[in-house]
């Protein structure tokens, strides 16, 4: 199946979804939301190309697996957890990151500009005399990137 | 139902949904139909859930996706890696029961027992839509 049919399969599938109070959607999903779901699964399915090689070799494992009338040992279990703790993480650091960020910004915009500009001088900015506190904020914030 | 708990809701559907769409579309790669035994189906259950998660891994590093949609994914990664984990952990004191019943040192019951606990668990994980869905349910 090519990569045209696996999306449409997966956009009806989705729709499935979207339609669905049950699944989670119906009434209440925004087409904005929609729409990213089917970005993001879009980009999946872009995507898709190494996922497939990967579920077609783990397929080759589990076939030999069972040809050979044999479990899964440890060792399997430990690298296929070990792989799934590592997305994980990345997946959990992406979003601290994004929540770091954001818990900063609230912190610079509660400040007054006073106390902004000792910020930015403690950290050794050149603040502009006309600049105002969003300008000063997103010094501050271009200096931490 | 606010808008995070329906995006929540959505992603993990997302998730899992695309876990049986690439098993339906991809009918030469579907390494839960190769498994024979209930410890093979729940390897292949597992090692599928690691390589979509691996993709959404990629997906969240890329950059081409919005803050909020890195949250929600980051939020429905937690719910099915807890459930999966549990799957894994299920099956590894599967193992070891089953290694005792064959050296004769635990009773059939145990076993029956352990067997049905992990099969359980690999129903629950297979159809993993509707399983997380009813997690997220039980949980409210």
Redesign the interface.
């Known amino acids: 199946?090519g990569i045209v049919?696996?999306a449409l399969?997966?956009i009806k599938?989705?729709s499935v979804?979207?339609n669905n109070p049950?699944?989670?959607?119906g009434s209440?999903?925004?087409l904005d939301?929609a729409s990213?779901?089917l970005?993001?699964?879009g980009?999946?399915l872009t995507?898709?190309d190494?996922?497939?090689d990967?579920?077609?070799a783990?397929?080759k494992?589990?076939?030999g697996?069972?040809a050979e009338g044999r479990?899964?040992n440890?060792v399997?279990?430990d690298a296929?957890?070990g792989?799934?703790d590592?997305?994980?993480s990345?997946?959990?650091e992406?979003?601290a990151a994004?929540?770091e960020e954001?818990t900063e910004q609230v912190f610079l915009e509660e400040l007054t500009k006073a106390e902004l500009l000792e910020q930015a001088e403690r950290d050794g900015i050149s603040v502009p005399a006309s600049a105002t506190k969003a300008q000063i904020i997103e010094l501050l914030e271009a200096v931490e990137e | 139902m606010n808008y995070v708990t329906v995006g929540v809701r959505q992603f993990q559907t997302f998730y899992l949904l695309a876990i049986m769409l690439l098993l339906q579309a991809c009918a030469g790669a579907n390494p839960i139909a190769k498994a024979e035994t209930t410890e093979q189906r729940a390897f292949a259950t597992y090692g599928t859930f690691v390589i979509i998660e691996e993709q959404a891994a990629k997906l969240v590093s890329s950059g081409q996706i919005s803050d909020s949609a890195v949250r929600a994914i980051a939020r429905a990664d937690s719910q099915v890696k807890s459930v999966a984990d549990s799957l894994l952990d299920a099956t590894l004191e599967f193992t070891v029961i089953r290694a005792e019943f064959e050296a004769g040192d635990t009773g059939e019951e145990r076993f029956v027992r352990a067997m049905n606990e992990l099969n359980g668990w690999v129903e629950r994980a297979r159809p993993l839509i509707a399983n997380l869905i009813s997690a997220v349910k039980g949980a409210e």
């Open positions: 199946m049919e696996l399969v997966a599938g989705l979804v979207l049950a699944l989670g959607g209440s999903v925004k939301q990213e779901l970005a993001l699964l980009e999946l995507r898709g190494e996922a497939h990967e579920l077609v783990f397929t494992v589990v076939e697996m069972a479990q899964p440890k399997e279990w296929l957890r792989r799934s590592a997305a994980h990345i997946i959990q992406a979003a994004i929540e954001e």
